[in-house]
T-cell receptor, first 114, second 115 residues
Framework: DTEVTQTPKHLVMGMTNKKSLKCEQH?????MYWYKQKAKKPPELMFVYSYEKLSINESVPSRFSPECPNSSLLNLHLHALQPEDSALYLC?????????????FGPGTRLTVL | AQTVTQSQPEMSVQEAETVTLSCTYDTSESDYYLFWYKQPPSRQMILVIR??????QNATENRFSVNFQKAAKSFSLKISDSQLGDAAMYFC????????????FGKGTKLTVNP
């Protein structure tokens, strides 16, 4: 199984809502990533987890809160988002945190903030 | 922070022909890694090919090959015998040896394959 799954596929939320994005992989990977991708732009790294510990936080606003409950699961909790946060949110995983490892990407969650 | 530049926002190629996508990068480090990722429309991003900077030999993966010029900080992707399924956004990416910079992407090149 070389698949990273993400749910939901689409999400529409108001600025006062709380919602969560979910990412799952069963490849035994120990590094997991959240990216934000605006239309016609490259992905921008948000967070990196290595062995379930947060390793990189790219100065992301606190309205985004990541969580890695176990080695297979990665969540992104959303609260009080702004319309400019509307984007495709990609999850990825790799064997571990070392460089050169291939990252396997999920299909993304398309988020719209009204 | 390192930068990755893809100077061709869009490219097109005829089916079965060869196309080369350009990528340059800026770094002061001697050890690093370079990647090409492909993002087809509405489909998952996948790795096409990768190169370790300390290796002089250019990486190849079937119809995909790179021309890595370390001194020029250039890392172009050549796609031979182009197929309709090659149509996608192609991102060049850089990662440093220490791992503190994970996959810095260029802005991408949209490749169209004409039948």
């Amino acid at each position: 199984d070389t698949e990273v799954t993400q749910t939901p596929k689409h999400l529409v939320m108001g600025m006062t809502n709380k919602k969560s994005l979910k990412c799952e992989q069963h490849m035994g990977h120990r590094a997991m990533y959240w990216y934000k991708q605006k239309a016609k732009k490259p992905p921008e790294l948000m967070f990196v987890y290595s062995y379930e510990k947060l390793s990189i936080n790219e100065s992301v606003p606190s309205r985004f809160s990541p969580e890695c409950p176990n080695s297979s699961l990665l969540n992104l909790h959303l609260h009080a988002l702004q319309p400019e946060d509307s984007a495709l949110y990609l999850c990825a995983s790799s064997q571990d945190y070392r460089p050169y490892n291939e990252q396997f990407f999920g299909p993304g969650t398309r988020l719209t903030v009204l | 922070a390192q930068t990755v530049t893809q100077s061709q926002p869009e490219m097109s190629v005829q089916e079965a022909e060869t196309v080369t996508l350009s990528c340059t990068y800026d770094t002061s480090e001697s050890d690093y890694y370079l990647f090409w990722y492909k993002q087809p429309p509405s489909r998952q991003m996948i790795l096409v090919i990768r190169q370790e900077a300390y290796k002089q030999q250019n990486a190849t993966e079937n119809r995909f090959s790179v021309n890595f010029q370390k001194a020029a900080k250039s890392f172009s992707l050549k796609i031979s015998d182009s197929q309709l399924g090659d149509a996608a956004m192609y991102f060049c990416a850089y990662e440093n040896q220490g791992g503190s910079e994970k996959l810095v992407f260029g802005k991408g090149t949209k490749l169209t394959v004409n039948p």
